[in-house]
C-alpha cells in the first residue's frame, strides 16, 4: 500500500515538471485534463488495491493458526457439561403457626368478670384457672338442688319405715296385698326422684364450675384483653379474642399452594423453610395437605412440621420452598447460556479442528426445568462437552475463539 502511494507521487510530480514548458493555452488546456484523468485512473487503482489487500488479510487470518490469527478470535471461557442432581422448588410465602393455639371461651355464655388470674405474657398449664366469673345465680341452682334432694331423702326414709311395716303385717297374715304393693311403689317412686335429684345437683354443680374460666392447654398467654367488671364472651368487637393461649412446642410452615400443583405434591415432599426475619433456614417435609380448594383463595393448604426454637413466633413471615420435581443424573448448565432462535433453543460449545484450532459450535437443545441460575437439558448435549459460558454473546456458527488458557 505504501508502494503504491510513492508511484501516485512520483508520477504526480514527473507531471507537473512536465507542464512547466512553454506551451500554447489550448496545448495546456489538453495537458491538463489528461493529467486529471491519468490521476483518477491512479486513485481508482489505489482503492481497488486496498480492498485487496484488506481481503488477504482476512482471509489469512482464519487460515493461519499462529499467532498472526490469535488476535482475529474472540475470547471465551468454558466449563465442561456435567451430570448431576437436579432439583426444582415451588417458592411461596407462608407463615408460622402453631398447633395448639387457643382461643379461651366461656363455656355458658358471656358473663361478668369478677376477678383475673393471668397476665399477658405469663406461662400457663393446662387446668389452670385463668378468670372467675359472676356466679351468684349459679351458686343459688346448686342451693335449691340439694335442699330438694334433702327432702326427697326424708320422704324416702319415712316410705321405706312404712313399707318395712307393711311386709311385716302381711308376714303375719294381717293386712291386704294391694296396701304392701302401694308402700313398695312409693319406696320405688322416691328412690327414683332421689336419683333424679342427685343427677340435677351434678348439673347444677356443673354449671356452677362454669363460671371458673380454666386453660386448656399448656402454653403463653399471648393475649389477655379483659379486666374486672367487663363481660366476658370470648371474643372482642373486633374478632380479636379476649384471652388467647399459644403452645410453641409444635410448631408448623403454612402456605396456600395453586391447585396447579395439586398432582406434584403429597405427603412427604421435601421442604426448605426460610425465616428472613432471624436469618435462620430448616429443612422438613409436608405433613398435611388439604383436600379441598378453599372458598377464598385459589389453591390448597400445605403444613410441614418446624422443631422447636424461642426464635420462632407464631404469624411470623416464612419463605416456603416445596420440591416440586427431581431428577438424578442430570445434565444441568447455566441457564444465561441458552439462546433463542427460529429454530429454538440453543447453546454454543467448544469444537477443536484437525491443524488445532479452536472454533464455536452451535448446538440446539431441549430443556426441562429451571431452577436458579442452573436448568435442566433433555437432549442435544452430552456429559464431558465444553460449554462455552462467557463471551457466547454474538458468536456465530463456526466463529474461531480463544480461551484464557491458550
Request: charged share 20%; with cysteine; net charge positive.
Amino acid at each position: 500500500m505504501k508502494k503504491a502511494t510513492k508511484i501516485l507521487s512520483v508520477v504526480v510530480l514527473l507531471l507537473v515538471a512536465g507542464s512547466c514548458g512553454n506551451k500554447s493555452p489550448k496545448e495546456n488546456n489538453a495537458s491538463i485534463n489528461d493529467k486529471k484523468t491519468a490521476l483518477e485512473k491512479l486513485k481508482e487503482a489505489q482503492e481497488k488495491n486496498e480492498l485487496e489487500i484488506k481481503k488477504l488479510e482476512d482471509e489469512l487470518a482464519i487460515l493461519d493458526t499462529g499467532e498472526a490469527s490469535a488476535k482475529y478470535a474472540k475470547l471465551v471461557a468454558i466449563a465442561p457439561v456435567t451430570i448431576q442432581n437436579f432439583q426444582h422448588f415451588i417458592e411461596l410465602r407462608g407463615k408460622i403457626d402453631a398447633d395448639n393455639i387457643s382461643a379461651i371461651t366461656p363455656r355458658m355464655g358471656p358473663a361478668q368478670v369478677k376477678a383475673v388470674y393471668v397476665r399477658q405474657g405469663q406461662l400457663v398449664k393446662k387446668g389452670q384457672l385463668l378468670l372467675k366469673l359472676d356466679d351468684a345465680i349459679l351458686r343459688q341452682s346448686v342451693t335449691a338442688a340439694r335442699r330438694q334432694t334433702d327432702g326427697i331423702k326424708t320422704q324416702l326414709n319415712f316410705a321405706k319405715n312404712v313399707y318395712q311395716r307393711q311386709k311385716n303385717l302381711w308376714d303375719k297374715g294381717i293386712g291386704t296385698e294391694v296396701q304392701l304393693i302401694t308402700a313398695k311403689t312409693n319406696v320405688e317412686s322416691l328412690e327414683n326422684q332421689l336419683s333424679a335429684a342427685n343427677e340435677q345437683i351434678k348439673v347444677a354443680q356443673e354449671q356452677l364450675n362454669t363460671s371458673n374460666v380454666i386453660s386448656d392447654v399448656t402454653g403463653i398467654a399471648d393475649e389477655v384483653n379483659i379486666r374486672v367488671g367487663e363481660i366476658f364472651s370470648g371474643m372482642n368487637a373486633q374478632g380479636v379474642p379476649q384471652i388467647k393461649i399459644v403452645n410453641t412446642s409444635n410448631l408448623k410452615a403454612v402456605t396456600n399452594v395453586a391447585e396447579n400443583y395439586i398432582s406434584r405434591l403429597h405427603t412427604g415432599t421435601p421442604v426448605v423453610i426460610s425465616l428472613p426475619d432471624v436469618n435462620k433456614t430448616y429443612n422438613s417435609v409436608i405433613s398435611f395437605i388439604g383436600q379441598s380448594i378453599g372458598n377464598n383463595m385459589i389453591g390448597f393448604v400445605a403444613e410441614a412440621k418446624l422443631p422447636k426454637d424461642a426464635a420462632l413466633k407464631p404469624n411470623q413471615t416464612a419463605i416456603i420452598k416445596i420440591q416440586d420435581y427431581a431428577a438424578s443424573n442430570a445434565l444441568v448448565i447455566p441457564v444465561n447460556t441458552v439462546q433463542n432462535d427460529e429454530k429454538g433453543k440453543y447453546v454454543y460449545v467448544l469444537q477443536k479442528s484437525s491443524n488445532g484450532q479452536l472454533f464455536a459450535r452451535k448446538k440446539n437443545i431441549n430443556i426441562g426445568e429451571a431452577f436458579g441460575e442452573m436448568v435442566e437439558v433433555k437432549t442435544g448435549l452430552s456429559a464431558g462437552e465444553q460449554l462455552i459460558t462467557e463471551g457466547y454473546q454474538d458468536l456465530y456458527e463456526g466463529q474461531q475463539v480463544i480461551t484464557a488458557s491458550n
